[in-house]
């Protein structure tokens, strides 16, 4: 597709239910990233794919939080047991090869806003 | 660790005229690059302009230029003949070695006709 495609765009879920959310990346794009954004602030990073291996995961806030993109396309972040601080804009970005030497910009989606009740 | 920093939480400017963002970084990496943002109420993340730390010269983007100071960690995004579809909010951003992003908190631009 011409950009980032994230899907649902908006997601309700009690707390305590899973949840899953998809980003489809930009074709060829190898890099993948997701971000968590809460009301009134930045991005904050989550979790970093290169096609189907993921580099780092460091920002993922508890074990609860779940990255994969086993084909090294589409990728899926879940959350089990969802709490009311996970209420955030969760944002997918794809990218060609990212590095030390590369100046490609990061491309995002739309976003999922997710609301715990 | 990498930090961003935006101190103006909310800019307004008169259609036409010139407005300034501020960023401050810090970091103790040599070879990063910056990036400025836009998030319209839509959300998506649009680049708007990108420096590496590697060249000295400002980057420009027609009405967008930046004013990248590395031995300041400043990196300030000037906007020219501002236009009503400006307004939105303004992320300034770093990525270094770890290639992940790290943002500033943004600033809201009004622009007012």
């Known amino acids: 597709g011409a950009g980032v495609s994230q899907s649902p765009r908006y997601k309700v879920a009690k707390r305590g239910q899973d949840v899953a959310l998809r980003c489809d990346p930009i074709?060829?794009?190898?890099?993948l990233f997701w971000y968590q954004q809460a009301l009134g602030q930045g991005p904050e990073f989550l979790t970093y794919?290169?096609?189907?291996?993921?580099?780092?995961k460091s920002g993922l806030p508890s074990d609860r939080f779940f990255a994969e993109r086993p084909e090294g396309s589409v990728s899926t972040l879940k959350i089990q047991r969802t709490q009311q601080e996970d209420s955030a804009v969760y944002l997918c970005?794809?990218?060609?090869?990212?590095?030390?030497?590369?100046?490609?910009?990061?491309?995002f989606g739309d976003g999922t806003r997710l609301s715990i009740l | 660790a990498q930090t961003v920093t935006q101190s103006q939480p909310e800019m307004s400017v008169q259609e036409a005229e010139t407005v300034t963002l501020s960023c401050t970084y810090d970091?103790?990496?040599?070879?990063?690059?910056l990036f400025w943002y836009k998030q319209p109420p839509s959300r998506q993340m649009i680049l708007v302009i990108r420096?590496?730390?590697?060249?000295?010269q400002n980057a420009t983007e027609n009405r967008f230029s930046v004013n990248f100071q590395k031995a300041a960690k400043s990196f300030s995004l000037k906007i020219s003949d501002s236009q009503l579809g400006d307004a939105a909010m303004y992320f300034c951003?770093?990525?270094?070695?770890?290639?992940?992003?790290?943002f500033g908190t943004g600033t809201l631009l009004a622009v007012q006709p």
């Open positions: 420096q590496e730390a590697y060249k000295q």
């Open positions: 794919f290169q096609n189907e291996a993921q580099l780092d």
């Open positions: 970005a794809s990218s060609p090869r990212q590095g030390r030497y590369s100046n490609q910009p990061q491309h």
């Open positions: 951003a770093y990525r270094g070695a770890t290639n992940k992003l790290i």
């Open positions: 074709s060829g794009h190898v890099s």
């Open positions: 970091t103790s990496e040599s070879d990063y690059y």
